[in-house]
Structure formats: C-alpha cells, structure tokens
C-alpha cells in the first residue's frame, strides 16, 4: 500500500474499494431504470388547481333569478371563510356556478369541507333548486376520443355510445369515459289544455299522481318462526310504456282512465338543442381520460384495439374512428426530446474527447446516465412525472451536470502527469477540489430554487424544472466525489497505438492550437484590456445598454407565452340568445363549407382526419384544465378540424385558421366568432380585461366601447365583448282581480312553469342514465306568445280565469349569463394578437393611456382590473423577481464564505448582468420574442454565468499570494484558466444547442429558456474573460487610492504567464471549471 495514500475520509475509502463504488454505481444505474418505469407518464405536468366548485342547478330559472336566488345567498357562505382568495361566480339559465380560489398554501381538503359545511348551512334556496355539488377542482386529462357516427336516429346512436362505453369501462386499462354530442334521456307526458279542463286535471296534480303511482319501496319484515321474510312494494316504472298503465282518473260507472287516455307519452330526450355530426353525419363523441399511473400510449393503445375489434360487428350504416389521439402528441415530443438529449450527450462527449484523453472523457461523461436515472429515485418524493416539462429539464442539465465531474477529472489528471499514482491522484485530486465542487453545486441549486416559488398556475406547470435539476445536481455531485474517483484511482496504463495513437496525436494538436490560439489572440487583447481597464469596463456597460435597448425599443418583444401550434383547429360561432337552431345550422353549414374549401386548396383531403361539429354544447379549450360537455344552447356551435402532424402538411394551423378567419368575416348577425389553433399555456387569449360595476347596463355599453377600441389595432383579432344579447322576456305580475280570487304569485308561477318548462314528476336511474319525468303541455301549445294569452289560470276554489285576467306583464331582455367577482357584476372584454403584427403588451400599454381612462371617466363606478393572460404574467413574474432576488443574496453568500471578502463576490457576479446580453442577444439572432421561458432561463443562468468569473478571481487571488501584482495576476489568471473556462461553457452549449436549433413547432414555447442559458453562458464567457480581470485591477486601484494597499511589487505585464508559480494552490486550479 503507497504509505503517501491518504487513508481517512469517505472519499478516500470509496476510491480504495472500488466494488463499493461499482455497487453504488449499479444501484443508481438499475435501481433508477427500475423507478423509472413506473414514474407517471403525461403530455404535460398534472396538479391541483386550489379551486372549490359549487354548483346548484336551477332548471328553468333565468340568469337573473340564478343570480339573486342561488349565487350571491352562496357568495355571502364562503367569502368569509379560512383560505379563500377570491370568488368568482356565474349565472346562466338554469345553474349557478361558484368557484372558490383558494390562497397559496391553504390545506384544499380542509378548505373543501369548510365550503361544504358553509352551503349545507343555507336554507334559503329556490324550493324549485336542485341539491348544491361542491367539489375540488381536478385537472383531468383527456387522451383520445371515439366517435361513433352515420345515417341513425339519435335514440340508436345514444344506444350505441353507451354499449361502446360499458364495454370500453370493462378493458383494463380504461376507467373513465364521458359521452357528449347527446341529450339527456326523459320521459316526457304531454297534456293538451283541454284535457285537463275535461277531467278537471292539472299538470302539477298528474305530477304528483305519477310519483306516487311509480315507488321501490321497503316495508320492513316479517319476523316468522321459520324465519325472516322481507316486505316490499314494487311498483317502479322505467319506461314510457310501464308509465301509460297508470290509471290517472275512475269515474262513478267504474271507468278507469288511464294516462294514455289524457297524454301522449313517449321515451324521448331533454327539450334542448345538441346536435354532433362527423363528416356530414350525426354523431356521438366518447371521451376517454387518463386516470392516476395511467399512461397515454397505454390508454390510446387499448382503445384503438377495441376500435379495430368492434369495427366489424357495428350495425349496417354505423361507423367508428378515433378522434385527438393526444399519445400521438406524447410520444412525438418525448422523441422530440429524447432526440435532443442523445445529440446533446453525443456533443458533449465528443467536446470532452476533444481536451481530455478518452477514458477520462469517458467517466466523465458517465456521470450523465448515472446522475439522471439516479434522480428518478428521488423525483417520485416531488410528485414529478414524465413528461414535457421535465423531459425539458434533463436536457438544461445535460452540460451543467457534467462541470463537478470535469473540475474532478482534470485535477486528477493534472496530478497523475505529475509523477502521481492514479490511487493516489484519485484521491488527493478529488480531496483538493471537494470544497469548491460542493460551493459550485449549491450555487446552481440556488439559481434554480426561484422558479419553484412561482405562484399560480404557471408555477405548477413549470415547478418540475427545478425539482429535476436539483435532483439531478445532486446524484451528480454524490458521482463525482464518491464513484469517479474510484474509476480514475483504478486505470490501468496503456499503449497509445493504433486508434489510440491516432486519436492522442488529435489531442496534441488541438492542444497545440489553443496554446497557441491564447498566446498569440487573447494574450495580446487582454494585456491591452488592462491597461484600459475603464474602457473595457465603459465598453461593457455600453453592451450592456444597447442589450436592454433592444427590449425596451421594442426591437425584441416580450410575450408572456407564446403560442404552439395543435394539430386541431376550432372555430366557435355564437348567434344572439334564442336564435332558432335552423339559424344557427346555416351559420354551421357555412363555416363547413369554407374549411372544407381550404382544405381542397391546400393538399386535399389527406391533410385533414376528421371534421367535427356540434350545436348546444362546449367541446372544451386546449391545455390544462379544460372543461368539456357543458350545455351552451342552439344557438351556438363549435367546429373542430383534426389535421395529420405538421411534417405531413405544408400549411400550419395558425395559417389555416387566419384563412377560415378571412373567408367567414362577411357572416351576418353573429355575437362573437372565435379561432383557435394552439395548445399548452399559451392558447388562452392574450388580453383579457375585466370591467366591475353594479349596474349590468354601465357594464354592457362599457364593453362595448372597448371592444370597438380594441378594433381599431391591427393586429388585434377574436375580439369579445363578454355580452350577448338574451331571450326576450316576459315579467309578469298577479292582476288584483287573481288576488281576490285567492291566486297568489307563487301560484301563478307554478302554473307557467309547469306548462311551458314541465312540472318534474320523477328522477331516478335508469342503468346509468339519470332520467326525470316531465308532464308539461304539448309542444305545439308552447311554442309562441300566442300560446300564453291562451292559457287558463286555475283558482284555489277550482275555477279559471284567463292569463290576460290573472296576469300583467312588461317585455324586456334576459341576459345570456350574468358574472360575479368577489360579490360585484363583472364582464370580461378578450381578445387575441396576431404576433406578426403587434403583441398584447403594445395594445395593452395604448389602452390604458387612452381608452380605460376614457371609461372611468365616462362611467362612473367603474372599475377596471387585468386578469387571464395578465393576471399570470403579474403573479409570475412578480414571484419569480422575488425569488430572484433572494437568490442572489444566496449567491453572494455562498461566494462571500470560502473568498472571506465583501467585494471579490461583487467582482464575480459581475457576470450576471453580461450572461443577460447574451441571453437577449441570443433571441435577438435567433428571433424569438423574450417570454417567461426566456425570465426563468436568465433566472437559472445567474447561478451558472458567476462560475467562469469565480475561476478567475480565485486563480488571480492564488497568483496574489504568489507575490505577482494585481495585473499581473489578473493576466495569468486568464492564460491559465482558459482552457477549463471554455471546456465547461463550451460543453453546457452544447448540450443545449440540439434544443436551441430546433425546429419543431412543438418545442417552441420551451427553446427561450434554452436560449437564454445557452446564449447567457456563451457570450458571457468571452466578456468575462477580458471584464473580470479589468474589475479585479480596478479593485485593486481603488484600494490603492485609498491607502488601503501597500503593493511594492512592478505593476508590469511584461512577465512569462507561462511559467506556473510551484506553490499555486492546486484547489484553486481545478476550480477553474467549477459551474455553480
């Protein structure tokens, strides 16, 4: 045993015993392969949403009875309550709507049954109102829809959909399906006028009949000797033909009239208007979603196994095909990324092999596979998953893990040409550096720790990035002080022939030609850089200037998020409340027939896999969160064109939908016609403003005034004002001649609802249908104004009067939905940008000089406030400058510890301000506009940027101590570190230079961050490396005019930096390519 072998430590004993190291190694190695395979796998990251629902359907009731008797009595329950940050509400016609925002942090489970406790405590709901569902908001992920469709009627369609769904429910792998493009089964019993007045009969009073007459109801037992015998009525009725038995009136000769007798009766479905159709046809869509540890390909694969089975065995003129296959989205950007990162750790090793000897380079790189599957043992205790995101995240890491690993590598490879041992080498090498490598690490963990403190949606959905990197910071530094050495202590010598000749040889001339590159370019340039040190440094902030021109001349701009493309493109068209559906059919059939002529010019129909469209009801958005299946009404549709993949079509999405946009303009009477192309979190609309007053009139005319300003940008499309028009209506009030006959309000209502709405008679299940029984008048009694002057009003003694005699009425309008923000009225204006002619921030920045002031002046009352796209942005951004800022005191601290100095860690971080030149510089070239992305890349980029500049005041203070002057110092200090300096930089572009140059549409929103660290890195390495030794000199200046030094040693450049001092520190010169 070498005797000068240092024999304490656990660095030392795990480089002596090296199948330690080899176990450890392989339990990373398996151990992470085995962990990843069952870590989640999604398109995009799953997480709460701190959000309560409480919704309370009130059939028949309009927006402003939802609002009065359901939305504000709930509002007043759960604004007071622990945990609740905001409240937005909204009344529609039949439902109320609650959502409940909860503070950062707030226990959702306690808050959700604080909420349930608070709404089970009211009384005063609508006799009418249906029981409140109070829920926590999830975020489910649909991965691929069917759609069944053809020439059949939409009772056998709806058969159809749900045998499709049983079955689908009965495979393994599939444990939620939602149907939409149908209506809610019903029984519905209609009752002419004259019946009723010939059997003295009323639709409240046949109601009531019918429950009474259709029971399961238990009765208790019977307690016999021999046993118990269970007591039962059964007299449950599921069906039409089980409800017309039912005898409804016996007269004195015996007569029995049964409910046939006075009703038609018949299985029918709800009285609204939703209608599907693909490709021409009527159709029904299921939605299948993925559900916990469920993983898309795995759910998309079952059910396109079951499509192609049960293709065959459908009926004649029935159809099956799967719609938004979103695996299809999974697995083309994991290739997309597990692309990138193959070609990223291919640069790297091959930059490495470039400057060390092969094995070295070798280990090295290893330190890649082990730190990242050794991470996935520690990513499920963060809840992270696989998908884009932290897919993204690996590859950030792809040069940076590497830098310890290099620091480590280097130093025992300096000391092995030495004369040392590689034990020994190992060892000590390692030992030297394990101080600066750990202080590098926690630099970096620094930087990354603001972008999980990000409040919002935006910080969940990008809160992975850090937890991977640290993750993977960590496994890497445990590899390079604990496993590496093992490896580099136990090579084995070898003979540089054949391959290995040839390559060594490679290495000497490229060693050869950056000596001679720093000798006869950077030398010369960094001598002269000294001795105009405040030119440089006037030089550098002048750089800098002109980069943060460059944003605020509006030469780069900044979009919160931009937008990707889909492969699906949408166009929503919203006629005026109560249009009738063959109004809003021929809108629908317009909007067909301009895509289909698009499509026809641009590659026919293989560019397009289905055309979907449906009336009455939502589809849903893109990106987190979106909901679908909620009812909208006739009078609006939605349709949806599923292209094939961008690389198998020359047109884009956001091209297709500008075109649809330009050829439909010229339709007539519509409220509000909106496109969508994009997905993930930059589909919403770029502005959002949102207007609170009390009077709904002040807010409708206000809207208004700024959607026509917004119309007056270029650039500016999809504009909605928040309003449209609602049915017209009848407000009706009891004559006092119905007041003396003893008919009161309640009773004039009751009767109007149940003839023209229904009177519910029953619900109950029926298999997994919920199903009510509806007794109203029949349709043709109903269908005008004409109609309500017809009716007759009952008395309480059994005597009727005419509607004209027991009722007054006014007209006016409803309106369409009525929304609340903490208890005041609110409409929100939206808008879209075309961001090849302006970007929200211009406009939004106009509107508020101009226009809103305009508003506030012009409307008293009101007031104004940015929300969406805007409110993220504040709260992001915000978060994040906090989060930086703390991290920066962090950074200095760690610097200001092993420098024991105030100032050196103000000289180093110098580099951060120039690593933000290059980052802008970098969209600049590339021609990205700056966006989060791009803020939580310049974010990460401080805490790896000061690594170069702490290479090089460290060396320089290591060359102090020597005895050199500051210049001197500072000079060699550069010479010497300047292969390691551009070794670490140069492998952490590349390993993210595959993602910087792609070129995938899909990649778009997340190359800015790649951008902005690769970029930030490069540029400021070559600033650095002229900046840092200026600043240090100038330091020096300052002290010396202070009197603060007594240097006596010449201040003259003219020394050989080529010589290295023999008592240089050796921790100080691994250090050089340390990255923090």
Do not use: C
């Amino acid at each position: 045993m070498n005797p000068n072998l240092p024999r304490r430590g656990s660095i030392s004993w795990m480089a002596r015993h090296k199948v330690a190291a080899n176990l450890v190694m392989i339990v990373l190695l398996v151990g992470g392969a085995i962990v990843g395979t069952k870590i989640k796998q999604e398109v995009f990251p799953e997480f709460d949403l701190d959000l309560v629902t409480i919704t309370v359907p009130y059939p028949g009731a309009s927006p402003e009875e939802v609002e009065q008797g359901i939305i504000t009595v709930v509002e007043e329950a759960v604004r007071g309550l622990d945990g609740v940050k905001k409240v937005t509400s909204t009344a529609t016609e039949g439902a109320g709507s609650v959502s409940v925002e909860l503070l950062l942090g707030a226990n959702s489970n306690k808050a959700l049954q604080d909420i349930k406790n608070a709404v089970d405590r009211i009384t005063s709901f609508p006799e009418e109102a249906e029981r409140p569902v109070v829920s926590l908001a999830v975020n489910r992920r649909e991965v691929i829809s069917l759609v069944l469709y053809g020439d059949l009627r939409e009772e056998a369609l709806k058969t159809q959909a749900d045998r499709a769904r049983d079955e689908l429910l009965a495979l393994p792998d599939i444990t939620l399906v939602e149907i939409s493009g149908t209506r809610d089964v019903e029984v519905n019993v209609e009752v002419p006028q004259d019946t009723l007045r010939r059997y003295n009969l009323t639709l409240d009073g046949i109601a009531g009949h019918l429950a009474r007459a259709s029971i399961d109801l238990p009765a208790g037992e019977i307690k016999a000797e021999n046993g118990n015998i269970l007591l039962r009525t059964k007299e449950r009725r599921d069906y039409a033909s089980e409800f017309r038995e039912i005898p409804i009136v016996s007269s004195p000769d015996g007569t029995t009239v049964r409910l046939s007798d006075v009703a038609k009766v018949r299985d029918d479905f709800a009285d609204n208007d939703i209608e599907a159709y693909y490709n021409g046809q009527r159709a029904v869509m299921l939605k299948v979603f993925r559900v916990g540890d469920q993983t898309p390909i795995q759910v998309a694969e079952t059910v396109k196994k079951y499509v192609s089975d049960t293709a065959p065995t459908l009926p004649p003129g029935l159809h099956i095909a799967t719609w938004r296959d979103d695996s299809e989205v999974y697995r083309d950007r994991i290739d997309l990324l597990m692309r990138n990162a193959y070609l990223g750790l291919i640069l790297v090793f091959i930059s490495l092999g470039l400057f060390l000897e092969i094995r070295l380079a070798f280990w090295v790189t290893m330190g890649i596979p082990i730190s990242f599957l050794g991470s996935f043992l520690i990513l499920p205790l963060f809840g992270v998953s696989f998908n884009m995101i932290s897919l993204f995240a690996f590859i950030l890491t792809l040069g940076i893990v590497v830098d310890d690993a290099i620091v480590v590598g280097e130093n025992v490879y300096e000391l092995r040409h030495k004369g040392m041992s590689f034990l020994q080498a190992a060892v000590k090498g390692t030992k030297e550096v394990a101080g600066p490598v750990v202080f590098s690490v926690l630099t970096t963990v620094a930087a990354f720790l603001p972008l999980i403190f990000v409040p919002g949606t935006m910080g969940k959905f990008f809160g992975q990035i850090p937890a991977v990197v640290i993750s993977v910071l960590m496994i890497s530094l445990f590899e390079s002080l604990f496993i590496l050495p093992a490896h580099l202590g136990h090579t084995k010598p070898v003979h540089r022939t054949g391959i290995r000749g040839w390559l060594h040889h490679q290495q000497e001339r490229i060693s050869l030609g950056l000596a001679w590159l720093i000798r006869k370019t950077y030398e010369p340039v960094a001598k002269l850089s000294l001795n105009n040190r405040y030119v440089t440094v006037s030089a550098a902030l002048a750089m800098l200037i002109g980069a943060v021109g460059l944003v605020g001349g509006g030469r780069i701009n900044f979009t919160f998020m931009p937008k990707v493309d889909s492969d699906l493109v949408s166009v929503r068209a919203v006629l005026p409340f109560g249009t009738p559906v063959n109004e809003t059919r021929k809108v629908q059939e317009r909007l067909l027939s301009e895509a289909r002529e698009i499509v026809s010019e641009n590659g026919g129909e293989q560019i397009v896999r289905g055309l979907f469209s449906i009336i009455g009801q939502s589809v849903g958005g893109f990106g987190p969160g979106a909901s679908t299946g909620r009812p909208t009404g006739g009078h609006t549709t939605t349709i949806q064109l599923y292209m094939v993949p961008t690389d198998q079509r020359k047109i884009t999405a956001s091209e297709f939908a500008n075109l649809w946009r330009k050829r439909t303009d010229d339709i007539l009477g519509l409220e509000n016609l909106t496109f969508t192309y994009s997905t993930g979190p930059g589909a919403t609309a770029a502005i959002t403003v949102q207007l609170r007053h009390t009077n709904l009139e002040v807010l409708e005319t206000a809207a208004e005034d700024l959607a026509a300003t917004l119309q007056t940008f270029a650039g500016v499309k999809d504009i909605n004002d928040g309003f449209a028009q609602g049915k017209p209506q009848l407000d009706l009030k009891v004559t006092h001649e119905a007041r003396s006959l003893g008919v009161t309000a309640t009773d004039l209502a009751r009767q109007i609802r149940n003839a023209f709405f229904g009177a519910e008679s029953i619900r109950q299940q029926r298999g997994r249908d919920e199903v009510r029984v509806m007794v109203r008048l029949p349709e043709d009694e109903r269908r005008s104004e004409f109609d309500i002057h017809g009716l007759m009003v009952k008395t309480p003694d059994g005597g009727e009067i005419p509607f004209e005699r027991a009722a007054t009425f006014t007209r006016g309008h409803s309106y369409t939905e009525i929304r609340r923000t903490d208890g005041q009225r609110v409409v929100d204006v939206t808008a879209d940008v075309d961001p090849l002619v302006t970007n929200a921030g211009k406009v939004l920045e106009e509107i508020k000089k101009g226009a809103l002031e305009e508003l506030t002046t012009r409307y008293p009352g009101l007031t104004i406030a940015f929300e969406g796209t805007q409110r993220d942005q504040r709260e992001s951004l915000s978060g994040l400058g906090q989060g930086y800022l703390v991290a920066l005191i962090v950074i200095f601290a760690l610097l200001a510890i092993p420098f024991k100095s105030y100032v050196q860690p103000l000289v180093v971080m110098v580099a951060i301000p120039f690593g933000i030149i290059g980052a802008i510089l970098g969209h600049f070239v590339m021609g990205y506009d700056l966006s989060l992305m791009s803020i939580m890349g310049i974010v990460a980029l401080s805490g790896i940027a000061v690594n170069d500049s702490l290479v090089m005041v460290v060396a320089a203070n290591d060359f102090r101590r020597e005895g050199y002057s500051s210049k001197q110092a500072a000079l060699m200090s550069g010479t010497r570190r300047f292969r390691p300096i551009l070794l670490t930089s140069l492998t952490t572009f590349l390993g993210l230079a595959p993602m910087i140059f792609e070129t995938s549409v899909q990649a778009r929103f997340l190359i800015p961050m790649a951008l902005s660290l690769g970029y930030g890195v490069l540029f400021s390495t070559f600033i650095v490396l002229l900046l840092v030794p200026a600043l240090y000199v100038i330091v020096d200046d300052i002290r010396h005019f202070f009197g603060m030094l007594d240097d006596v040693h010449p201040d003259d450049l003219d020394v050989e930096p080529t010589v290295a001092p023999t008592t240089i520190d050796q921790s100080a010169e691994t250090t050089a390519t340390s990255r923090a």
